[in-house]
């Protein structure tokens, strides 16, 4: 009997050499081959095969209740109707104002073949300014030269056009190689300069760290009134 080590040890199958998989799941061994189909096969419950069947007609249903032509009762035939099935009878009259539909190619009537235009109907019909004033005026150059006015600014335009003047103590920007003057090569480093030039020197939590060691200054500590005051618990949440 193999051990629990062993069996773990197995490496898992490569499923992934099998191509042709028609189960969704993972399967650790191939299900074996059926000769009749390789899809699976699904059973029909109860309740799918009652839901299956045809829908049955109703045990109260008369078959060709009627024909097409059947004998009138004589009490039917003796009927008045009410006054109330007249009234529903009868076609629906149309509103008091409507009228029927205008024709598409109705004919014109003669006052209308006839009719004048007046005044304000001509002005209406009239382009718009803007077009009869390009008109008048590719008219009028087409004729002569036309002189248009020259267009004067006022120093306050003039003013706010003129580019922006560069500060007097602008300085340009420096080139990348300069020449480096001498007082500068000649210099040295004082102590203070070095002293900060050294990098400053860090100890790691696990060099010579303790965290349990208490230093003078807090074991020579005392609470103040306040602290005191704070420590204590809440009074409603205090038992008597």
């Known amino acids: 009997m193999t051990s629990r080590i062993d069996l773990l040890a197995r490496p898992k199958p490569n499923l992934l050499k099998f191509k042709d998989r028609h189960s969704v799941y993972w399967l650790d061994e191939l299900p074996a081959e059926s000769k009749k189909s390789s899809t699976t096969s699904f059973e029909m419950s109860p309740r799918l095969e009652q839901l299956a069947r045809s829908k049955q007609v109703g045990r109260f249903l008369e078959e060709n209740r009627r024909p097409s032509e059947w004998v009138v009762s004589a009490p039917a035939l003796k009927a008045c109707p009410s006054q109330r099935i007249c009234s529903l009878a009868l076609p629906r009259v149309p509103a008091q104002d ?12 003669v006052a209308v073949k006839t009719v004048k235009a007046t005044p304000r109907i001509c002005q209406l019909a009239q382009p718009k300014r803007m077009k009869m004033m390009l008109n008048s005026f ?3 150059s087409s004729d002569h030269t036309v002189t248009v006015p020259t267009a004067t600014t006022s120093a306050r335009l003039l003013q706010l056009a003129s580019p922006k003047q560069v500060h007097p103590q602008h300085a340009l920007d420096r080139p990348v190689s300069w020449p480096i003057p001498n007082h500068v090569l000649k210099t040295s480093a004082s102590e203070r300069l070095h002293l900060l030039a050294r990098p400053k020197i860090r100890q790691a939590l696990f ?3 303790d965290p349990y060691r208490v ?26």
């Open 98 to 109: 409507w009228q029927p539909e205008r024709p598409l190619l109705a004919p014109l009537s």
């Open 138 to 140: 590719s008219a009028e």
């Open 207 to 209: 060099e010579a760290y």
């Open 215 to 240: 230093s003078p200054a807090a074991r020579a500590a005392t609470a103040s009134p306040k602290l005191k005051e704070l420590s204590l618990p809440l009074p409603r949440k205090c038992k008597t």
